[in-house]
């Protein structure tokens, strides 16, 4: 009883003061409570029984699949013989203090619900400054993600040569990690639901025009600015599949190729990447949030200013120079 009065108190304090994240709070905390219960059960009639080798397994397998490493089940409250209830309720009481931590961090719009997982994509399209904007409105409209929670950063993908150092750059005077020359384009990566894919392949879609051209074809040509798309798996991925629907749903506009790196610009044409082959680069932070060329792409500073609030946020944007001439400001 007192175990269940303490544990009772405890997590309604924490449900007070937690902000509502998502449904996992509820069912966790009510799941901590139930295995609080069983476990004062076993305590009171055995005093220091452990848990059965195959809990402890599983445990330590659930948080490996969740974290990626075992290492993360320190400390999970895995209950060790004790010589009386004193030292099994210290235990309990450790194990709701840090079941309670790992579900505060629960970010619920990067959160998978129903297993759904969530996956990295790219989407290449010319110039990534507008394509950047497009894809955040499809963040806001499809998924109801805020400001906080968008995740479309522009990028460089789609080059065998990989990176130099660990940095792809843009065109600097330096001539450093230049993302051309690697044989990268220019892309924009975000992290979304599988199950949304589909829609968001649509919006990619949307961007080329009746005859299958991307806005700037006859202007920003070449390889940096070939069209892409990133998917785990790439052409033998499921993905593959709702990519081509996409296309068909809004006019059949796009053939599609498997990428091999470098590939060439070709109108009407999107190469499929594998992600795990031809993974992204984040781009500068200058180039994050940018206006676009047209005239009616100059957007609000709340969009233009998230750059450098991800930025105070910790948000590595990398080291490379600032562009043609260290300003940083539309590519110099």
């Not at 993360?72 to 209950?79: E, I, K, L, P």
């Not at 209830?85 to 990067?110: D, N, T």
């Not at 930025?311 to 944007?317: C, L, N, P």
Request: hydrophobic share 40%.
């Amino acid at each position: 009883l007192i175990l269940f009065r303490v544990t009772f108190i405890s997590i309604s304090t924490m449900m007070m003061e937690l902000k509502p994240r998502s449904c996992i709070v509820p069912a966790a905390l009510s799941v901590i409570l139930l295995l609080l219960l069983v476990g004062g059960a076993v305590a009171w009639t055995s005093r220091c029984r452990m848990l059965s080798p195959r809990m402890r397994s599983s445990q330590t397998a659930l948080a490996a699949q969740r974290y990626g490493s075992d290492e993360h089940c320190a400390g999970a409250g895995v209950a060790r013989p004790s010589s009386s209830r004193r030292s099994f309720l210290a235990s309990q009481a450790a194990s709701v203090l840090a079941a309670a931590a790992v579900v505060s961090y629960v970010r619920p719009s990067l959160a998978a619900s129903g297993g759904d997982d969530i996956i990295d994509v790219y989407f290449g399209c010319g110039c990534f400054w507008h394509v950047q904007h497009e894809f955040v409105e499809a963040e806001r409209s499809i998924l109801g993600r805020s400001d906080d929670d968008l995740t479309s950063r522009s990028g460089y993908a789609g080059g065998k040569a990989g990176s130099v150092g660990g940095k792809v750059c843009y065109h600097n005077a330096q001539n450093i990690a230049d993302y051309g020359k690697l044989g990268h384009a220019e892309v924009v990566s975000m992290r979304i639901p599988a199950s949304k894919f589909e829609d968001f392949a649509v919006e990619y879609c949307k961007l080329f025009d009746k005859d299958g051209f991307r806005p700037d074809q006859f202007g920003d040509r070449g390889t940096e600015y070939r069209n892409l798309v990133g998917i785990p798996g790439g052409r033998s991925s499921p993905l593959a599949e709702s990519l081509v629907k996409a296309s068909v749903a809004t006019g059949d506009k796009l053939d599609f190729a498997v990428g091999k790196g470098d590939d060439r610009d070709l109108p009407k044409v999107a190469f499929i990447m594998d992600t795990a082959e031809f993974p992204v680069y984040v781009a500068e932070q200058y180039h994050q949030f940018h206006d676009g060329f047209k005239l009616d792409e100059n957007y609000p500073n709340s969009y233009n200013s998230l750059a450098s609030k991800f930025a105070q946020k910790g948000e590595d944007f990398g080291k490379c120079p600032n562009g043609m001439m260290g300003i940083g400001i539309g590519g110099l």
